[in-house]
């Protein structure tokens, strides 16, 4: 497979070098492939997976996969800047991991790029690809999703496909789902089984509005295991509730910390901020959700709500003011 994708792109002619197994056997991390040319260097990790059918399988991916993708990607980078026999370039690399499935596709993972890798042959294809920066930026940017999804508001298509492109690109709704969680800290299957507990109960107080007795119960969890972001969004959560917001704040820095592509942790977040008095950091949290997540849930709406009231009742300066209308603009 590497040998054969690295011909495809030697078409474009740039510089590719495929790694071979002694080489593979001195590096250390691992690189796939190397593409070059007089002002980029971009690093590939090819991933041969499948479809993921639920999302227990896509978070397994994301830890099982992708998070150690990324650690050898930035393991070679690091080898490969001193002297060696298998790679030099003045150029610091980009680092994409192609992978065959579709999932947390576009996201930095350390640092990593994750491009699909039919998305890629497809660019390939594109006469208007010259450079390898060009590449780089199609993929990285989405453009050929946005550009699809911006021919709503094209005046010289039929009013019926315009019509077939809006269903496709409806806003996907935002939702807490627990049927991926599943703790990896532990090969001992009782204490799983107990942590699981716990945290399942937590999550029955709070549905019963037994706010407190879910909280120190979460607050359990986090003590048993830091590394459960899950955990610290619902503290946040609560204190929010709670209108404990600067604690709340803390606990919702802390679960995108661990979890940073989670965005049902970050709307929560913007929405507690908006709530406390900062209208501000609130809506500004909004544009970057929606810059993230451009089809996600009401992203749009709540935005447009909290910032017309901002101006109504004059609670923002017009600095900030300038500053969210100009980013916000540039979005839409």
Not at 149 to 170: C, G, H, T, W, Y
Request: charged fraction near 30%; aromatic fraction near 12%; proline fraction near 2%.
């Amino acid at each position: 497979m590497e040998n054969h994708f690295g011909d495809l792109i030697k078409l474009k002619k740039w510089n590719v070098k495929v790694i071979n197994d002694k080489e593979a056997g001195e590096l250390k991390g691992d690189v796939d492939i190397f593409v070059e040319d007089k002002d980029t260097l971009l690093f590939i990790q090819l991933k041969r997976t499948y479809f993921r059918l639920n999302l227990k399988d896509a978070y397994n991916e994301t830890i099982n996969t992708d998070s150690k993708a990324a650690k050898q990607l930035n393991e070679a980078e690091k080898y490969l800047e001193k002297e060696n026999s298998i790679y030099y370039s003045k150029h610091k690399p980009v680092k994409w991991i192609v992978s065959t499935s579709f999932e947390n596709i576009g996201n930095k993972i350390n640092g990593c790029h994750k491009v699909n890798y039919f998305e890629f042959l497809n660019a390939l294809k594109n006469p208007e690809i010259i450079k390898l920066s060009d590449l780089i930026n199609e993929l990285e940017s989405d453009k050929n999703l946005k550009l699809f999804a911006s021919s709503i508001f094209n005046a010289e298509l039929p009013i019926e496909d315009r019509q077939i492109v809006s269903d496709v690109v409806k806003p996907l709704g935002i939702f807490e789902s627990k049927c991926y969680k599943q703790f990896l800290f532990s090969d001992d299957e009782k204490e799983t089984e107990k942590y699981n507990s716990i945290f399942n109960e937590a999550i029955n107080m709070g549905s019963e509005g037994k706010q407190n007795d879910a909280l120190i119960l979460f607050q359990k969890c986090v003590s048993l295991h830091p590394n459960d972001g899950d955990a610290f969004g619902e503290i946040a959560n609560i204190l929010a509730n709670m209108k404990i917001f600067e604690n709340s704040f803390i606990a919702f820095r802390k679960a995108l910390e661990l979890l940073p592509n989670d965005p049902y942790i970050s709307r929560n977040y913007s929405i507690a901020l908006l709530e406390a008095g900062k209208y501000f950091d609130g809506l500004q949290l909004i544009i970057q959700l929606f810059e993230k997540f451009p089809m996600l849930g009401d992203m749009r709406f709540l935005f447009e709500k909290h910032f017309d009231q901002c101006l109504k009742y004059g609670l923002l300066e017009l600095e900030e003011i300038l500053h969210l209308q100009t980013k916000w603009n540039s979005l839409n």
